[in-house]
């Protein structure tokens, strides 16, 4: 009774740089009936995000890499279909970490699975965005990692992103200036939409130092905070433009994410003593107890119309792969997402 | 009445990289008596640092540069000769930034004169280190700005020097495990004698892999906390050991005051965002408000052998530029400083 089939993704070999789509294997498997305590899902969204590429190196990291041959992991939203948990009725809907795959049955427990509310007024999706965990990213991140203060000037890298649309928004509702940059015109359209001051297009830019003169051109007097998506020749201008005591919220290096060989860090790191920087790189998970007030607070800003989302999605689990490969090419505006039924 | 002369240092030019002695010219001057609301001193004691060789580029920066021909100013101690001001009396022992000079008279505002206390049991030297500037930059940066814990593993560069020599024993009478980095054999006895529980010489050391290595041999489970006063390559290596959530204080980096061009930073910078770095520079001056607590602590741990101090000494205001060169070549166990009369 109940077994259904899934195909799913693991890798076939760890990338080499930029991702190919030959580092990963598809598989199709039965997925069994729950036994007491399991619950079987049948997944219908899920997520790629940057991070992802720090678990296929084989090196130890704040999550544990992923394994050759073992289905990926990564946040998904789906449907109970059958339960053998007390807490799970078939039709609930469910987030978890079991992503890169149609289907599965486990306990909640070895996927992180946790029932939503169904009252949101919110798509499904957006639990993997704006109202998961980029948005709590975005919101950590800038409001606490980087202490932002109304009147900041705030630059903000990968600013059509998912958490980096996101951290515009925020720090446009707190009252501070915010200068985007992100690469093409449509994406520098998008940001200035929701609410940027300014947005430079790097991709227009050959060079560190035409990056640098078009950050300062709009933003003259410097910054106060950095959010930081990108890393690289960003980080440097970041440091460049700060002013004396600016902070930086190191959420993501992703132009740095593929890299083969170590790469020289910023030639101007010697202003962190005489600006007085404040430096801080961190992990979404690390500020969970957030959570309830971000909830609170993004439900409210998306129900006012404060805050908006946009997603990029890709449909059918087939297309996992190239969707995560386009987070390095740059092929989303807002969440990346892969649809899968 | 009362007019005396005095010798003084400015800069011929600007130095390019390492200071070299013609940098420097000397000039004798007489120095007037006292006007209403002014000071006569005779200094005694004069202060080189390494901050000052950021004062000799011509760039904007928290402290206005030096300027060509204008005598240089400093940290300084000395005795007031004749006084026009009602809160000076001859024989006062006075505070200033009026270094680099034998004597001088102006405003106590002009040069930021403080009368000292004299019943301390310190010599007066000890109010340019371990119980001045240095010493609350030690004490500010490694409790406050690296939030310092019981139990922490810290790494300290420049060990040896007027700061790291009294950031390695404040972090021992708070019950930390202490490593520090020196430069000889004759410091890292030193730096051992302070209570640091292990010093690495980094002249033994010929490139970044041997001192990551001898760093790793006596930090095998990493460290929570660097206080950097050097950069370069101990910085780097002190990213690549960090534990996650470690917090490192930036005071200084004096291996690269001479830069004549940018130097690639850290290349191992991305380990901000994984490990959640927490990277802070600061300056002293932002932290006066702490200057009642540290003289409190700083005269206890004193007098009760907790915390012992080291001085260089070099003779004659003559030798002002060969005690600030020495200190890019670490010609100076603890407190560099020039003895004036």
New interface residues.
């Given amino acids: 009774m109940n077994d259904i089939t899934s195909r799913s993704w693991s890798l076939a070999k760890r990338p080499v740089g930029e991702p190919q789509q030959d580092d990963f294997a598809i598989s199709e498997d039965n997925i069994a009936a729950p036994q007491k305590g399991e619950i079987q899902v049948r997944n219908s969204w899920m997520s790629v995000d940057p991070y992802m590429r720090?678990r296929m190196y084989d090196r130890e990291?704040?999550v544990p890499p992923f394994q050759i041959s073992e289905t990926l992991q990564g946040g998904c939203v789906g449907t109970v279909t059958a339960s053998g948990h007390p807490d799970f009725a078939v039709g609930d809907l469910v987030q978890s970490m079991a992503g890169w795959r149609e289907a599965w049955t486990a306990t909640p427990e070895a996927f992180m699975a946790v029932k939503l509310p169904k009252d949101t007024g919110l798509p499904d999706s957006a639990f993997l965005g704006i109202a998961g965990m980029p948005g709590l990213t975005a919101y950590a991140g800038i409001l606490r990692v980087a202490e932002l203060k109304e009147g900041d000037v705030v630059f903000v890298s990968g600013a059509a992103g998912a958490v980096g649309s996101a951290v515009v928004q925020i720090a446009k509702i707190k009252g501070c200036t915010v200068i985007g940059s992100a690469g093409g015109a449509e994406k520098v359209e998008f940001v200035k939409q929701l609410g940027a001051d300014a947005c430079i297009d790097y991709q227009q830019t050959a060079n560190y130092d035409e990056l640098l003169a078009a950050l300062r051109a709009v933003a003259p007097k410097g910054i106060d905070v950095y959010f930081d998506n990108v890393?690289g020749d960003h980080?440097?201008a970041a440091i460049e433009l700060a002013r004396?005591m600016a902070r930086m919220a190191?959420?993501?290096?992703i132009s740095?994410y593929n890299d083969t060989d170590?790469?020289?860090?910023?030639?101007?790191?010697?202003?962190?003593?005489?600006?007085?920087?404040?430096?801080?790189?961190?992990?979404v998970s690390?500020h969970s107890d957030m959570q309830p007030a971000f909830m609170q607070d993004m439900a409210s800003w998306i129900s006012s119309g404060n805050i908006r989302f946009e997603e990029t999605v890709m449909e059918g689990v087939e297309n996992a792969p190239a969707a995560f490969m386009g987070l390095f090419s740059g092929r989303n505006k807002g969440k990346m997402l892969v649809k899968l039924s």
């Fill in positions: 720090g990291s704040y890393g980080f440097q004396p190191i959420c993501g290096m740095q170590p790469r020289p860090g910023p030639n101007n790191i010697i202003q962190i003593v005489g600006k007085q920087l404040q430096i801080r790189g961190f992990i690390t």
